[in-house]
């Protein structure tokens, strides 16, 4: 089991960056992938990226170019980089632990966090 907090969001204006964080408890960490989603307000929690225990990184097709995801097994911490955010980028960013299935739907992940704000307004 892996127990997962993020943190790291907050207000930022359009064209900002900021760097999300995701720390792992558990001594299993490094086998596991672990993913990004986010969930906007009436909307659904949608895929953002994922990093899997190789380092091979899985965007959605939107953030490509924008977002960089990273892991540092050392320090039992995902990263994600957010560059060029707009405001269509305001959500509660969380990240969960890939334990099934596709990369891309949130069904294959456990044990997620409780969420950071990310907000993009001027």
């Known amino acids: 089991q892996v127990q997962l907090v993020e943190s790291g969001g907050g207000l930022v204006q359009p064209g900002g960056s900021l760097r999300l964080s995701c720390v792992a408890s558990?001594?299993?960490?490094?086998?596991?992938?672990i993913g990004w989603f986010r969930q906007a307000p009436g909307k659904e929690r949608e895929f953002v990226a994922t990093?899997?225990?190789?380092?091979?990184?899985y965007y959605a097709d939107s953030m490509k170019g924008r977002f960089t995801i990273s892991r540092d097994n050392a320090k039992n911490t995902v990263y994600l980089q957010m560059n060029s955010l707009k405001p269509e980028d305001t959500a509660v960013y969380y990240c969960?632990?890939?334990?099934?299935?596709?990369?891309?739907?949130?069904?294959?992940?456990?044990?997620w966090g409780q969420g950071t704000q990310v907000t993009v307004s001027s």
């Open positions: 990093i899997s225990w190789t380092r091979s990184t």
């Open positions: 969960a632990a890939h334990n099934r299935g596709t990369y891309y739907h949130r069904s294959s992940y456990d044990n």
């Open positions: 558990g001594r299993t960490f490094s086998t596991y992938a």
